[in-house]
Nanobody
Framework: QVQLVESGGGLVQSGGSLRLSCVAS????????IGWFRQAPGQEREEVSC????????FYADSVKGRFTISRDNAKKPVYLQMNSLQPEDPAVYYC???????????????????WGQGTQVTVSS
């Protein structure tokens, strides 16, 4: 079992930036893919971005492409989600998720990920 802990959420003005961190630990935490999802009240959980541990390749949802950047220095380091130009549609609880057998090449449904963090709240003020 992989444990995931997110941090970095908070309140930011519209147009501002935040950097979320996801620390993964456990025997298979270095493998597969790590994704960032978000869920706003009354809405379904949606994938924001994903990064593959094997080659560092990434995926972004259209809604965040060009504004968010997912990164990881190597498989043993935290996964970061740098969020720039935050907009009123971005507030949500942001979750990181991991699965050792997953390679994300595009949209990956939440059910493909076996381990989840507790989430971190992002709030954007206008």
């Amino acid at each position: 079992q992989v444990q995931l802990v997110e941090s970095g959420g908070g309140l930011v003005q519209s147009g501002g930036s935040l950097r979320l961190s996801c620390v993964a630990s456990g025997p298979t935490s270095d493998y597969g893919a790590i994704g960032w999802f978000r869920q706003a009240p009354g809405q379904e959980r949606e994938e924001v971005s994903c990064i593959n541990s094997s080659d560092g390749s990434t995926f972004y949802a259209d809604s965040v492409k060009g504004r968010f950047t997912i990164s990881r220095d190597n498989a043993k380091k935290p996964v970061y989600l740098q969020m720039n130009s935050l907009q009123p549609e971005d507030p949500a609880v942001y979750y990181c998720a991991q699965d050792p057998d997953l390679y994300c090449e595009g949209f990956s449904p939440s059910g493909d990920f076996g381990s989840w963090g507790q989430g971190t709240q992002v709030t954007v003020s206008s």
